[in-house]
C-alpha cells in the first residue's frame, strides 16, 4: 500500500518513514511538512493512505483533511498526533477521519494503517473510551422512523465500535456479503457517506 506522511517534524517523518518501510506491504510515496504540503502531496500522488499530524503551521492537519476530503470523499486519512484533544478528536471524526491514534502508541502505528486500509474505523489507547460522551447528545433517536430494524441496529453498534465486516459477521453469525449489504442500506436509509458518517451519528444520538 502507497502512504503519505505529513508531520511538521522532519526528524519524526524520517525516522517514521523508516518504521512504517521496514514492513513489506508499505511504501511511502512521499512526505511533507505541512497541511500545503499534505494537499499538493495527495492531489499528486493519489495514496492508499494519509497519515498525518495535526498541529501544523499555517493550515492545520484538519483543515488539510477537510479540503482533501471535499475533492475525494473516499480519501483514507489517519491523524497521528500526540495531542488527544477533545475539540480535534470531534472534528476528526465529523469531518470524516478514519482514525485517530497517539504517537506514543509506537508499536500501534503499522496495525492501525492496515486496520483502515481493511476498512475499520481506528482509535488509539484511551481516546475510544471518550468518544461516546463527547458525540452524546440528549434526545433518543427514532430509528423506525428511518426503517431501521433490530438486526440492522445491532450492526450500526457493532461499525460504531469499529469492527471490520468480518467481525461483525463472525459476532452476529452472518455471512460477511451479507453484513456487507446491511451496511449500504443503512448507508442509505440514513443519508450517510460511510462508515465514519454511520459511527458518528450512533455516538450523536441516543443508543437505542
Known amino acids: 500500500m502507497r502512504i503519505i506522511l505529513v508531520d511538521d517534524d522532519k526528524l519524526a517523518a524520517v525516522s517514521l518513514k523508516t518504521i512504517l518501510e521496514a514492513d513489506t506491504e508499505i511504501s511511502v510515496a512521499g512526505f511533507g511538512l505541512s ?45 497521528l498526533t500526540t495531542f488527544s484533544d477533545d475539540e480535534y478528536l470531534i472534528k476528526a471524526l465529523r469531518i470524516g477521519a478514519k482514525g485517530y491514534i497517539l504517537k506514543q502508541d509506537f508499536d500501534g502505528i503499522v496495525p492501525a494503517i492496515k486496520a483502515v486500509m481493511g476498512g475499520q474505523t481506528v482509535f488509539g489507547d484511551g481516546i475510544a473510551g471518550k468518544i461516546p460522551s463527547l458525540m452524546h447528545t440528549p434526545g433518543a433517536f427514532d430509528y423506525e422512523k428511518y426503517g431501521i430494524g433490530i438486526k440492522e441496529l445491532e450492526i450500526i453498534e457493532a461499525v460504531a465500535l469499529g469492527l471490520s465486516n468480518r467481525e461483525i459477521a463472525n459476532k452476529l453469525f452472518l455471512s460477511e456479503g451479507t453484513v456487507r449489504n446491511y451496511v449500504s442500506v443503512i448507508l442509505e436509509k440514513l443519508s450517510l457517506r460511510d462508515r465514519t458518517q454511520l459511527a458518528v451519528f450512533y455516538y450523536r444520538h441516543d443508543k437505542f
Not at 499530524?53 to 486519512?77: F, H, N, V, Y
Open 35 to 79: 497541511g500545503q504540503d499534505a494537499i499538493m502531496l495527495y492531489e499528486r500522488e493519489k495514496p492508499d493512505l494519509l497519515l498525518m499530524d495535526i498541529r501544523m503551521d499555517s493550515i492545520s492537519g484538519l483543515e488539510a483533511a477537510e479540503q482533501i476530503l471535499k475533492t475525494d470523499p473516499e480519501a483514507k486519512i489517519l491523524f
